[in-house]
T-cell receptor, first 113, second 121 residues
Framework: DAGVIQSPRHEVTEMGQEVTLRCKPI?????LFWYRQTMMRGLELLIY????????DSGMPEDRFSAKMPNASFSTLKIQPSEPRDSAVYFC???????????FGNGTRLTVT | AQSVAQPEDQVNVAEGNPLTVKCTYS??????LFWYVQYPNRGLQFLLK??????LVKGSYGFEAEFNKSQTSFHLKKPSALVSDSALYFC???????????????????FGQGTILTVHP
């Protein structure tokens, strides 16, 4: 299995631009999570899906952030418009069920100038 | 609300010595507890988990952790540290005491702030 695949690995954009991060979970995993990691705040859960349905989006910072999971093999996290404070590493993770460990992708390092 | 605390930002040990990385948790129901490790420029990797059963859990790379319900702790340990163990370690908890009511914390995994482990040669 190729694991959780995220793209791009690095994204540099200017303030105000739209950013789309992509994730392909491991096949057969029912849960998908989006996390953000920064030095100041550590790992923050943004949103998670179960069977493609968003369950908890209370961690999404504001309306500029949106996430979709149109099918079991693909999810996107979109920031529009982006701001410098959105600079972070964004991780996608998936797992089979509630008791199984998460499998993380290698993350997307976002820099907003 | 569930939470996880890792009281030490950094832990330094000499190679060959035992290591402990501390973790305490707070949940309203029965906890599922996890340890993950993160190497530079990589995602988190699963080390071990406690769900039920024996309080001493063995995991990858010689690591183990002890679940202590009375102290609400789940400390990570290794009898003999290696330089290659140097990394960022995260403790995490998932609450399964409530089953889907409101859907707000069903399956949600909460991470601690992380502890940087440095093993000196």
């Amino acid at each position: 299995d190729a694991g959780v695949i995220q793209s791009p690995r690095h994204e540099v954009t200017e303030m105000g631009q739209e950013v789309t991060l992509r994730c392909k979970p491991i096949s057969g995993h029912d849960y998908l999570f989006w996390y953000r990691q920064t030095m100041m705040r550590g790992l923050e859960l943004l949103i998670y899906f179960n069977n493609n349905v968003p369950i908890d989006d209370s961690g999404m910072p504001e309306d500029r952030f949106s996430a979709k999971m149109p099918n079991a093999s693909f999810s996107t996290l979109k920031i529009q418009p982006s701001e410098p404070r959105d600079s972070a590493v964004y991780f996608c993770a998936s797992n089979e069920n509630r008791g199984s460990p998460l499998h993380f992708g290698n993350g997307t390092r976002l820099t907003v100038t | 609300a569930q939470s996880v605390a890792q009281p030490e930002d950094q832990v330094n040990v000499a190679e060959g010595n035992p290591l402990t990385v501390k973790c305490t948790y707070s949940v309203s129901g029965n906890p599922y507890l996890f340890w993950y490790v993160q190497y530079p420029n990589r995602g988190l990797q699963f080390l071990l988990k406690y769900i039920t059963g024996d309080n001493l859990v063995k995991g990858s790379y010689g690591f183990e952790a002890e679940f202590n319900k009375s102290q609400t702790s789940f400390h990570l340990k290794k009898p003999s540290a290696l330089v290659s163990d140097s990394a960022l370690y995260f403790c995490a908890v998932r609450d399964f005491g409530r089953k889907g009511a409101g859907g707000t914390s069903y399956g949600k995994l909460t991470f601690g702030q992380g502890t940087i482990l440095t093993v000196h040669p």
